[in-house]
């Protein structure tokens, strides 16, 4: 069995969601489908370069302690495309 790299997990598509931080300002995202990868930065430029960040720690920690590491789903198109 081959074993997949952390570049193999980097160049995935992973889903980020992006929200407003209501309480202190500025922004937070994480990483849909891996649970607890989560960051907040005061600018969308620092907020990207930090859920990056986030990203590659997560996947890291995982492939050294051994733990499954959840791939994107890709959402499924209606078949016929759009009328």
């Known amino acids: 069995m081959v074993s997949k790299t952390l570049d193999y997990y980097l160049a995935l598509p992973y889903t980020i969601?992006?929200?407003?931080?209501?309480e202190d300002?500025?922004?937070?995202a994480r990483v849909k489908e891996l649970r607890g990868c989560i960051t907040q930065a005061e600018t969308w430029d620092e907020l990207y370069a930090m859920i990056e960040e986030a990203k590659r720690a997560w996947l890291e920690s995982a492939l050294q302690h051994n733990h499954p590491i959840p791939e994107p789903v890709p959402e499924e198109t209606p078949l016929g495309g759009a009328d």
């Open 17 to 22: 969601e992006v929200f407003p931080d209501t």
């Open 25 to 28: 300002g500025g922004f937070v």
